[in-house]
């Protein structure tokens, strides 16, 4: 009778045991989704900004150029005309084959 109550009281604390391990793997769980969590969206965050950062330059260098252009044109406009003529000339007869 002794084994017997050894193997029930062993059974019931490798079962407190067992219980024990999954409440600490499911809070390790918990813990590494939420870093997991938090290191997505600071990536998201730097990468977001970082674009809002290159589309802001690629905007300037695109205002730039079409002031640049339009500078250009005030002040050749017949060249500018001349040369607009000749490129749709050309483009026509590319795409015309």
Same mark, same amino acid.
């Given at each position: 009778?002794? &084994?017997?109550?050894?193997?029930? &009281?062993?059974? $019931?604390?490798?079962? $407190? ?13 918990? @813990?590494?989704? @939420? ?22 330059? &690629? ?9 640049? $252009? =339009?500078?250009? =044109?005030?002040?050749?406009?017949? @060249?500018? =005309? &001349? ?15």
């Amino acid at each position: 009778m002794v &084994a017997k109550t050894d193997t029930t &009281a062993d059974s $019931a604390k490798l079962q $407190a045991d067992v219980d024990m391990l999954r409440k600490d793997l499911a809070e390790v769980t918990r @813990t590494l989704k @939420t870093m997991g969590s938090d290191a997505a969206h600071s990536t998201t965050q730097a990468a977001a900004e970082r674009i809002r950062e290159v589309s802001g330059q &690629a905007r300037d260098q695109i205002d730039h150029a079409r002031d640049v $252009a =339009v500078e250009h =044109v005030r002040d050749r406009p017949l @060249t500018s =005309v &001349a040369v607009t003529f000749g490129v749709g000339l050309l483009i026509g007869r590319l795409l015309q084959k």
